[in-house]
């Protein structure tokens, strides 16, 4: 069952916390995995709440390991960071997200994709032009493309984060700010920073039908978004509960298990044909 699987996971993750060597090899092998198609992206929609439409598409990692299993992003993203293999990744998942946004948009879906990135690609310089590459390669136009960036990245560095994300707000891509609210962001950095969207954690929305603090924390944020003239988006949204409060307090967009958990190309197709007949 679903649960036992998550059993498994919890336990292998413990088992891969210990084991610097297990974690240590498997950055050795993430290189050789991406090229094997180990790795998978998989695709959960942001609703647009008054629209009640499905716009864009956040792309997450599956890494499905021939010896480990399933390894959670959690797990090896983090390490993928330390070890600047994150490089790898982040390249794969641009090139997989546009060659996927390119089939949809051959078969008359218009989606966008939101990529995450972390804080190490916005300190190479050679991302604006690789991304301009993909979008002529592929033939998609530069609006079609989000990138999401932690807070945390671009407070950590916020002089060269600043200006790989200008670069690439001029290219006419969009910037969501993720894991909003966990980080330690000033209103006064916040306005510097080129971006369309926040992203409230779904640390605060988890949990919002039953917790009066969360409910005003999210109510906070979405209007100090507001201010800002930005857009929000809350993830972690499980219950139609959740839902009608974020539609109360004006929050843009929701994503979460509500509407689906992320899926392969395949099925996410599936369910928006589904969703779009109700
Ligand atoms: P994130 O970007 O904050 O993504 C949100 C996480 O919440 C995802 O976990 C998603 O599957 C999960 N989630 C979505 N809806 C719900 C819900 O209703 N309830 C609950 N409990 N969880 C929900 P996931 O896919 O395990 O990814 C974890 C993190 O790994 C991501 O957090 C992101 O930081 C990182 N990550 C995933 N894919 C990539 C990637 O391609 N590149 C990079 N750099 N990081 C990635
Ligand atoms: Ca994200
Ligand atoms: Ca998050
Ligand atoms: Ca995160």
């Not at 996971?9 to 050789?32: I, P, Q, T």
């Amino acid at each position: 069952s679903c649960k036992d699987q998550h059993n498994h996971f919890a336990l292998y993750s413990k088992a891969l916390n210990k084991h610097s060597v297990v974690r240590l090899s498997l950055m050795s092998e993430l290189k050789g995995a991406l090229a094997e198609g180990q790795l998978e992206l998989h695709y959960q929609p942001k609703l647009s709440i008054d629209k009640g439409e499905i716009e864009t598409l956040e792309c997450l990692i599956r890494w499905y390991h021939p010896v480990h299993g399933f390894v959670p992003p959690d797990d090896f993203i983090p390490l993928a960071e330390q070890t600047w293999a994150i490089r790898h990744v982040t390249q794969w998942a641009l090139r997989t997200a546009c060659q996927q946004l390119k089939n949809w948009r051959n078969d008359g879906y218009h989606f966008g994709v939101a990529v995450n990135i972390s804080a190490i690609d916005l300190v190479d310089m050679s991302l604006p032009s690789s991304i301009a590459e993909l979008l002529r390669e592929f033939d998609i136009p530069a609006s079609a493309l989000t990138m999401e960036v932690t807070e945390s990245a671009v407070m950590s560095d916020a002089k060269n984060a600043l200006k790989a994300l200008n670069t690439l707000r001029t290219m006419g891509i969009s910037l969501s700010i993720d894991d909003f609210g966990t980080g330690y962001s000033s209103m006064a950095q916040l306005k510097k920073m080129p971006v369309d969207e926040l992203k409230i954690d779904k640390a605060f929305v988890l949990d919002l039908a039953q917790n009066q603090e969360d409910r005003v924390m999210v109510k906070t944020l979405v209007s100090l978004a507001q201010n800002l003239g930005l857009t929000t988006v809350a993830e972690g949204v499980e219950d139609l509960a959740t839902l009608e409060f974020l539609r109360e307090v004006g929050c843009t967009k929701a994503q979460g298990y509500y509407l689906t958990k992320a899926l392969p190309a395949e099925a996410l197709t599936l369910w928006y044909e589904n969703f779009s007949r109700n």
